[in-house]
């Protein structure tokens, strides 16, 4: 079946350490995106991109970085520069009608 | 980054009540979609909007583009025990293209 798939569903990361997060897509879809969310708030953009090998900046990018070398693949990685990292984060794609369909999640705790 | 206003935060119902909520902006708007999200999963579209006006149902639930372009309404009819979950709103601003901005959204609590 097509879908997205985030991996792990869990995480944990001590201080200081970089982490990546992972987000795989076999719908064949150009655009891709990372959010954040939090406990009683909405989602939150970190970056997106529309295209393979570029990708934009969202509203809390700081301590966040992504690569999009593959159309179906578009991992984030959380740095240590990310001072309050623990959220529930949620990768989703979309072809052109912005439609988008999201993964699982990935909650992301530190130790 | 501007974040929708949806109201209610919350509300809890008992099964068989019809559920209204809505979404707002301070500014025009292209797009409209509502999700619903359960816990510790990713949020599941259910209707999508794209026209000023257009109202769109999708069995128990439906949602209209305000004609304003600043707002749009979900309704629920029914409701029943599985409806429980976050609602969200999000639209894409005129502007912006690609990206979403999303409600804060309306959790709703169904009860026997």
């Known amino acids: 079946d097509g879908g997205i798939t985030q991996s792990p569903k869990y995480l944990f990361r001590k201080e200081g350490q970089n982490v990546t997060l992972s987000c795989e897509q076999n719908?064949?879809?150009?655009?891709m995106y990372w959010y954040r969310q939090d406990p009683g708030q909405g989602l939150r953009l970190i970056y997106y991109?529309?295209?393979?090998?570029?990708?934009q900046k969202g509203d809390i990018a700081e301590g966040y970085s992504v690569s999009r070398e593959k159309k179906e693949s578009f991992p984030l990685t959380v740095t240590s520069a990310q001072k309050n990292p623990t959220a529930f984060y949620l990768c989703?794609?979309?072809?052109?009608?912005?439609?988008?369909?999201f993964g699982d999640g990935t909650r992301l705790s530190i130790l | 980054g501007q974040q929708l206003n949806q109201s209610p935060q919350s509300m809890f119902i008992q099964e068989g009540e019809d559920v209204s909520m809505n979404c707002t902006s301070s500014?025009?708007?292209?797009?409209w979609l509502w999700y619903k999200q359960d816990p510790g999963e990713g949020p599941v579209l259910l209707i999508a909007?794209?026209?000023?006006?257009e109202l769109t149902s999708n069995g128990r639930l439906t949602a209209q583009f305000g004609i304003t372009r600043k707002d749009s309404f979900l309704n629920i009819s029914a409701s029943i025990p599985s409806d429980v979950g976050i609602y969200f709103c999000?639209?894409?601003?005129?502007?912006?293209?690609?990206?979403?901005?999303f409600g804060t959204g309306t959790r709703l609590q169904v009860t026997l």
């Open positions: 909007l794209y026209k000023a006006g």
């Open positions: 500014s025009i708007f292209n797009t």
């Open positions: 719908l064949n879809h150009d655009a």
């Open positions: 999000a639209g894409q601003e005129a502007g912006t293209a690609s990206k979403l901005t």
């Open positions: 989703a794609s979309s072809i052109y009608e912005l439609a988008q369909h």
């Open positions: 991109s529309q295209i393979v090998n570029d990708f």
